[in-house]
Every structure is written in C-alpha cells, then in structure tokens.
C-alpha cells in the first residue's frame, strides 16, 4: 500500500492528474497502483508516469509499453530520492525505448529473482530501454543462503547508468546479462550492445562462498557466443564478494575506464573470447586481497590499465594470467591463445602470477601470445612475479620489470617513470581517473569509510538486573556503553540488534541466567572491554553460550571484538561455549585481544556449522593476540571450511603470544584438538605455549592455503598435526 511521505495534491482511485506538454505528451501523476496499471495501459510514445512522493510498499511494477526513439515513455520519481519501492517489491520492463529513472529499492526485497528485469516473461523482453538514476540499496533477502539477482538484462540495446547499488550480502550477482539457456532457448539475447555506464557499486561485503559477483556477463554454457556488452565508467567501491568482482562468461565484451577502489578480487576473463579490458584504474591500498586482472580463453586484449597497492595472490592476484585445460569441457578453463598484453602499469603489488592453477588438470600453458611495453615496479625491489609453468608461448618484448626507475605523480594522480625513455612503457598519461561522484545519482549520497563501531554516543548503566539490556536496547547505532563499577545480571537474553561497545574499564562483572547472554541479530555487532563475564548463574544444561547468533540466517555481516577481559566458569552444563556461530551467518572479524578464558566445558569460538562442503563457511578474520585459556574441555577454535571451492579468500586464523593450558582434553572434544582448523585458507600460529593440552590439527584442502607454524612451545603436548586433500 503507497503511503505518502507529504501532502502534494488531492487525487481520487479513479482520477489522474495530467499535465500537457508542448509536444502534446502527458505527464501523468499517480498515487495508487490501480492508478499506475491504468497509466501503463494508455500510455503512448512520448508519455511519462509519475509515482508520487512517498513510500509504495509490496508494489510489483509492469512496465511495458512502445516508445519512439525520440518519444520514449517514461516511468519517474515526483521527487527524485522521495519515491521508496519497498516490502516485497520488483520492476519488469518489456517493450521498446522505456525510460526508468528516480526510484529507490529500499527496507525490503524481491518476491522472487531479480529486483530489475529487462523482461516481463521469457518471451517478452525490452529493446532499446534504460533504467538510470535507480536505486538498490541492501534490498536483500531475508536468508543470506537465498539466491537472486538484483538487475538482470535481457533484449538488445538497453542501457544502466548512473545507478547505485550497495549492501547486497546474500549469494547471486548484483548484475547479470542473461545470454541464452543451457537449451540454446532466448538467443534473441546474444549480441545484444548493452551499456552498463556511470554506475556507482558501493560496498559489497565478503559473503564467505561462492556467488557474490557484482556484474556477471553470461554463464559458462554460453560462453563461446558473444554478448557485446560494454562496462565504462563505474566506481567499484569495495566490493568484496568474492574472487571474482567481474565474471566475464562470453566474448566481445569491453571493459574500459572503471575504478576498482579496494575492492577484494579481480576482473576476471572467467570464458569467452575476444573481449577487451582497458584504461581502467586499480587502487588497492594495500587492503587485503585487493586484485587487478585474471586473463583465461582466446584473443583477450588487455592494454592501458593502472594497478596500484594489490595485495591479493592466486587467482586474485595484482594480475595474473591462467594456465588452461586442454580440451576443456566448457565449463572448466580454456587455454590462453593469442593474448595482446601492453602498456600496463602495475606499480607496489604484491603478486603477479604466470600459468596460475597450474596442476595435473590444468596443464594448457598461454600460448601465440605477447607482454610488451608493461610497467612493473615495486618500490621495496622485491621480486612479486612468480611463473608456475613454462610461460614460452608468452613473447616478453619491451617491458620495465623492476628496474631502479623513479616514478612521479602526474595531474591524473597516478605515478609514471620521471626518464623520457620510458615513457611509452606502461599506461599513458591521458588516462582519465573516474571519480566516485561522477557516478550514480547525485541526490543520493554514498556510504563513508568508517568503522561499525565509530560514530555513536557514549551511554552510562549503573549496576543491577537487566541495566545493561536496557542500556543496549536504548542505544544508538555505533554506541559505546560505559559501565559503572559493580555487578550486572541479565535475566533475559540481550538481543544486540547494533553495533554497540560495552565498556567495562575492568570494574564490571556481569552474570546472566538464561542459556545465552547475548544473541547477535540481524545488523548487531558487538565489542566487549574491559569486563568479566562469568557463566555461574546460567542454566544446569547442555549448550549454554555467552554470545550466539540468533537462529536462522543474517543477511548483514558483522564483528565481534573481546579485549581486556575476563571468561569465567562456563561450567553449569556441558559443552558451554562462548561463542557460537549459527548457519548462514558470517562474521567479517572476530578478534580476541588480553584476555583470559577459564573453566569452559564446551568451545571458545565455534565456527564449525557450514557442513555441506561446499566451501560455505562462518568467519573471515579470527584474530587472537595475548590471551589465556586454561582448562577449557573442547577447542579454542573450530573452524570448518569444506569442499574445494575456489572463489573465496577465507577462512583467515592468526594467533599469537598466548598461553594454552589444559585444553581440548575433554572426552566430549570430538575434534580431539586444542584448535581444530579445516580447510582454512591463511594460518599462522607463532609465539605460543601451550601446556597439557591436545594438539594442533590442521587440514589444507583447497587452493594454495598458507600454513605458518613458528616460535611455539610445546609442554605435554603433542606437536601440530597437519594434513591436507588437496588433489584427493
């Protein structure tokens, strides 16, 4: 139901507010949608519809209609910005030069998949249309695990442009072009010279597995026909899905003029032939697993691109080139053939990779091809090119490859070689950096940069039962909640439904009494400091946690941070853990700094419930620096990341400069460790004792996982056991 945001005119069910321009077309304002549906119905060539002011709530939205290319018909916003599509809410677009603009996607989702389709049924597609100045803004499904697309093209010759798109963190592609079926069927949808343009793609977070690809164009049964499709002039704002930022699954495509700002991943030439990737911009700031270029298939043309601060390796290295299958079913990895590679700069990355993947499958090295006039230099001179097989089908002609050049920054900001000699290597100097506010809707401002725990207030709790709940339920987003000195008990579970800081200056003892003290939901992130939590009064049962997640999936990624702390007597029933991650749910860090765990019967942190095997998992970054565990019956970590998925970065475990005492040795312990790490992806345990405890275990088992074990100490305790099913 529309529910208006102001008073702007009177309007009857029955009555249409016409406004006639000179060229005689009607501008037609409505406020119901049995009102649009007539509007649609006479619509003619020339004609716009306008949604008023407001909030249209459950509002499918069909819009067909046969437009002119210098009469199209129109579908707007009164307001641009003031028109809120939401609930349970989508837009089908079929006809001839349709024109969407000014609409928001906002506090809801699609009753299906996509939020934007160029088709009203398989039959029915859109020709010569553009949705521009449209917003999606985390108008996610409500199960993390629930797959759909926000935008799919279909038809010919349709254009997206200066749109948003953020906060997508379930599985599926925020924009796909959809070529033909498995069955050949739509192929109307080939060649199709669709222009994604000026597009802004703000955050996208980690969603920890495959599918979550911010533009895809085509699927691999499709990939030998060409799509025409070109994607100029959008700002990829970290968006970090997964390794694969673009998937490029057909050919003929250009990718060119784009900025890639911290984003995790790479643009990726996954299938298809003869595309061309130019002139775009990778900054990664060093940020973690940032990527520029992945090069598989036939005749790809990668020229003029700017790389800068990549920090990602493998497949998501600062550039990298793949070996290949031979003979390749269509869905694996064809063999690199015919590549032109020139006049790239990539400049302080950490990776660059040769004959990636190479392996008993992957055995097609690059041939017929060329790497000529490129630019790469590190600053610290270290050597960041690694070739994993034999690159002889790869002409090297003309490049700068860490040589003691100085480079400057030139008006573009970028740097370049100061010595006039070197000035055609690498990218020119005529190449135009995006900016990020030439992108998108101007009337709709772009997220910041700080952290989730930045930007609230401080709030004071005195002790007693149940303060410390209704100080967070109170709160505000961001909020830091300052205990007094004393003791805090909790008779009902505390729903943390924000970030929020709980500040205990070391003075602070807080109790709880039923089976969890906090419960993570939906958009919560919680940081405890400077308190100690003790498990005495919770219930004589099995499964008690401090924190859980709440059951079911959360969609929004969150943190959890514990310093300066105290973890006592979680002892009332068996296996009481501290924390417990539910399925579908995802922490982007967890971090446990100074802080000491005694007397737990179950795990610390439990991330063990992603089963499937389908390289699905918890957690991202689980940080552990100066802390104690003594007497704890199961893990100090469970970290399970199954199957052999190769899309994601993650699981990373980092700990150091901690006491391990007493721990795993329960009989209840099924993992028989003290840290139990399967399938995780970077590993490095240095400077720990661990006394009287069970051993490390450490399964690798996909990718080209890390495994660093240094400077610990072991007492009455066996040493690590590490193993690995890579190629079983």
Not at 166 to 182: E, M, Y
Not at 289 to 307: D, L, P, S
Not at 327 to 351: F, G, K, L, W
Not at 547 to 566: A, K, M, Q, Y
Request: charge should be negative; aromatic fraction near 8%.
């Amino acid at each position: 139901m529309f529910r208006p945001a102001h008073s702007f005119v009177q309007i009857s069910c029955s009555v249409l507010v016409l406004f006639v321009s000179p060229a005689m077309a009607n501008n037609l304002l409505v406020s119901t949608q049995l009102e649009y549906e007539k509007a649609v119905e006479a619509a003619q060539p020339g004609d716009t519809i306008i949604l008023a002011d407001g909030e249209w709530r459950d509002f499918e939205i069909v819009f067909t209609g046969e437009g002119t290319a210098d009469r199209p018909i129109t579908l707007t916003a009164q307001t641009k910005g003031h028109v809120v599509i939401a609930g349970r809410s989508n837009l089908k677009i079929a006809g001839s030069y349709l024109v969407v603009s000014g609409l928001v996607f906002r506090d809801g989702h699609a009753p299906g998949s996509p939020v934007i389709s160029f088709r009203t049924s398989e039959d029915d597609l859109a020709f010569n249309s553009r949705v521009t100045e449209v917003v999606i803004d985390g108008f996610v499904k409500p199960d993390r695990a629930n797959t759909d697309t926000w935008v799919n093209l279909y038809g010919k010759h349709n254009r997206l442009d200066h749109s948003y798109f953020a906060g997508k963190s379930n599985r599926g592609v925020t924009i796909g072009v959809q070529l033909h079926d498995r069955n050949g069927n739509g192929r109307v949808n080939l060649e199709n010279h669709h222009r994604i343009d000026h597009n802004y793609f703000g955050p996208r977070p980690v969603i920890g597995s495959n599918g979550g690809e911010t533009i895809r164009i085509g699927n691999s049964w499709n990939s030998l026909s060409d799509s025409l499709t070109t994607v100029e002039n959008n700002f990829f704002d970290r968006c970090d899905g997964e390794v694969e930022i673009i998937s490029n699954k057909s050919g003929g495509n250009v990718f060119r003029g784009n900025v890639f700002y911290q984003s995790r991943g790479t643009l990726t030439l996954r299938h298809g032939n003869g595309n061309l990737v130019e002139n775009n911009v990778f900054l990664g700031n060093r940020v973690p697993h940032t990527g520029g270029i992945r090069v598989i298939n036939a005749r790809q043309t990668v020229r003029n691109n700017y790389m800068q601060g990549l920090t990602g390796h493998r497949f998501g290295g600062g550039f990298v080139i793949m070996n290949g299958v031979y003979d390749s079913p269509i869905n694996r990895y064809h063999q690199v053939e015919d590549a032109v590679i020139e006049n790239n700069s990539i400049i302080d990355s950490d990776h660059i990779e040769f004959g990636a993947g190479s392996d008993e499958e992957r055995q097609a090295t690059p041939i017929n091809s060329v790497f000529r006039a490129n630019l790469i230099f590190n600053a610290d001179g270290t050597n960041n090119i690694t070739e994993h097989d034999d690159m002889s089908g790869i002409n090297f002609t003309d490049n700068s490859i860490h040589q003691n050049v100085e480079l400057a920054k030139a008006e573009n900001g970028l740097l370049y070689p100061v010595d006039p000699a070197l000035a055609a290597i690498g990218a020119t100097r005529e190449l135009v950096v995006l900016d990020r506010a030439d992108t998108g809707p101007a009337w709709y401002p772009k997220p910041g940069y700080e952290g989730r725990f930045d930007g609230g207030t401080t709030r004071k709790a005195e002790p007693g039962i149940n303060t410390l709940a209704d100080a967070i339920g109170k709160g505000a987003s961001g909020d830091v909640i300052e205990l007094d000195p004393g003791e805090y008990v909790a008779t009902r579970t505390i729903a943390v439904d924000k970030p929020v800081t709980v500040r205990g200056n070391g003075q602070a003892l807080i109790k709880f009494e039923r089976t969890a003290l906090f419960e993570i939901v939906e958009g919560g992130s919680l940081n405890l400091n400077g308190v100690t939590i003790s498990g005495e009064n919770a219930p004589r049962i099995a499964g008690n946690t401090v924190i859980r997640t709440v059951p079911g999936s959360i969609v929004t990624n969150f943190d959890l941070i514990v310093e300066d702390s105290t973890v006592q007597n979680l002892n009332a029933g068996a296996a009481f853990s501290f924390f417990d991650a539910g399925k579908y749910t995802f922490a982007d860090n967890i971090e446990i700094r100074n802080t000491s765990f005694n007397d737990v019967r179950g795990t610390v942190l439990k991330l063990n419930r992603e089963v499937e095997d389908r390289g699905v998992y918890n957690a991202e970054y689980i940080t552990i620096t100066d802390s104690r565990f003594e007497n704890i019956a199961g893990a100090v970590a469970d970290i399970y990341r199954g199957g052999t998925d190769e899309s994601t970065f993650g699981p990373h475990f980092a700990m150091s400069s901690s006491r391990i005492v007493s721990t795993g040795n329960d009989e209840t312990n099924q993992t028989g460790a003290s840290i139990r790490l399967l399938g995780v992806q970077a590993v490095d345990i240095h400077n720990n004792e661990f006394v009287g405890s069970n051993p490390v275990r450490i399964t690798e088992t996909v990718g080209e996982p890390v495994t660093r074990l240094a400077e610990n100490r072991f007492v009455e305790t066996p040493q690590p056991e590490t193993g690995s099913t890579i190629g079983n």
